[in-house]
């Protein structure tokens, strides 16, 4: 059983920069492929970035690629994902994603995790 806790999320102007941690607990943290992905109302749940167990692979949306970061703390069971020159359209509530499955099929579809944070609304102004 993984929980997640996401934090950081915020108020920012357009090209501002903002962090969001996700704390997860449970002992198969380590193990476990974690991403970020969004969702607006009457949207679809969308991939934003994956980020494997030893942080070997990562992936990311070609709409942030370039301008967001994820990582990883398995000391600290932490995931974190920079977010830098945001946007207007960045604007969503930002979810924490966790699976203990270590391969990377769908690893980019909201159906192939299982664990889920509250959210965490992230919105830029223009």
């Known amino acids: 059983q993984v929980q997640l806790v996401e934090s950081g999320g915020g108020l920012v102007q357009t090209g501002g920069s903002l962090r969001l941690s996700c704390v997860a607990s449970?002992?198969?943290?380590?193990?476990?492929?974690m991403g970020w992905f969004r969702q607006n109302p009457g949207k679809e749940r969308e991939f934003v970035a994956a980020?494997?167990?030893?942080?070997?692979?990562?992936y990311y949306a070609d709409s942030v690629k370039g301008r967001f970061t994820i990582s990883r703390d398995n000391v600290k069971n932490t995931v974190y994902l920079q977010m830098n020159s945001l946007k207007p359209e960045d604007t969503a509530v930002y979810y924490c994603?966790?699976?203990?499955?270590?391969?990377?099929?769908?690893?980019?579809?909201?159906?192939?995790?299982?664990?889920w944070g509250q959210g965490t609304q992230v919105t830029v102004s223009s």
């Open positions: 994603a966790g699976r203990t499955i270590t391969s990377t099929t769908g690893i980019t579809r909201a159906g192939g995790y299982g664990y």
């Open positions: 449970g002992r198969t943290f380590s193990s476990s492929v």
């Open positions: 980020i494997t167990w030893n942080g070997g692979t990562i």
